[in-house]
């Protein structure tokens, strides 16, 4: 992984308004490292991203807007791993859009380990529930990481019998780790982190904005 200085760089990238991950590659493609591409020219810019993507890269780092996720880091539990990094997931490269940063808390060696999905109903019954908490299980001690989402019902219990067993648990989340959603799974989210892992490709909320999702809450960072 890269030192927060480097990543620094990669993470004010991510948070010029409008610039999606496929433009992002595209800039890295065609300048290298985000620091490069904010030192390229403006005419240079304009040939990958439109006039006022390119206008916002020219304007530099807004250090005001990566104060945050610098701070968020030198928690030991927070990570961030980007396209250039060895410990991202090769896996994920194979696909069509691969998030040029994935924000991490929690055990990231458990990136690199053979894993399985379990996901299903919100609304499971509490049979289901039990039936997936202990198929993870089995799976987790025979050297399987459980993959979930975090959600309610089947996702929850999966995430349980992912961390009882030995192998523990991955949740892949939809919002930024400084929200834990829903809330009812705090409890989950704080025990992801310290035995298992969360992994999110969002950045931090704003501090200006104070965003949340319906039913979300906040996961203590510091």
Same mark, same amino acid.
């Given at each position: 992984?890269? @030192? ?16 999606? *991950?496929? !433009?992002?590659? %595209? ?6 490292? &985000? ?24 304007? #530099?780092?807004?250090?005001? !807007? ?7 880091? +030198? ?12 410990? $991202? ?13 994935? $924000?991490?808390?929690?055990?990231? +060696?458990?990136?690199? !380990?053979? #894993? ?7 609304? =499971?019954?509490?049979?289901?529930? !039990?039936? =997936? +908490? =202990? /198929?993870?299980?089995?799976? %987790? ?7 979930? #989402?975090?959600?309610? *019902?089947?996702?929850?219990? @999966?995430?349980?019998?992912?961390? %009882?067993?030995? =192998? ?12 834990? $959603? ?19 490709? /969002?950045?931090?909320?704003? &501090?200006? %904005? ?7 809450? #906040?996961?203590?960072?510091?």
């Amino acid at each position: 992984m890269q @030192a927060p200085q480097e990543l620094e760089y990669w993470v004010a990238l991510s948070l010029i308004p409008g610039l999606g *991950g496929e !433009k992002y590659r %595209s800039l890295l493609q065609t300048f290298g490292l &985000p620091e490069q591409v904010f030192a390229a020219g403006l005419s240079s810019l304009k040939q990958v991203v439109s006039d006022s993507i390119a206008q916002e890269i020219r304007l #530099g780092i807004d250090h005001a !807007k990566t104060a945050a996720t610098l701070a968020w880091l +030198e928690n030991p539990q927070n990570h961030i791993v980007t396209l250039a990094d060895a410990e $991202y997931p090769r896996a994920l490269l194979e696909i069509p859009d691969p998030p040029p940063l994935l $924000y991490l808390k929690g055990r990231i +060696e458990l990136l690199g !380990k053979p #894993g399985i999905a379990i996901v299903g109903s919100r609304n =499971a019954t509490p049979q289901g529930e !039990k039936n =997936a +908490e =202990a /198929f993870a299980q089995t799976l %987790s001690d025979g050297g399987l990481t459980v993959v979930s #989402g975090m959600a309610l *019902g089947i996702d929850t219990a @999966a995430h349980k019998g992912g961390l %009882s067993g030995t =192998a523990s648990s991955i949740a892949v989340v939809g919002t930024g780790l400084d929200i834990v $959603y829903p809330a009812r799974n705090r409890s989950l989210a704080h025990r992801l982190a310290d035995e298992g892992l969360i992994v999110s490709e /969002f950045s931090l909320a704003p &501090p200006q %904005s104070g965003a949340t999702s319906p039913g979300a809450t #906040g996961l203590s960072v510091v």
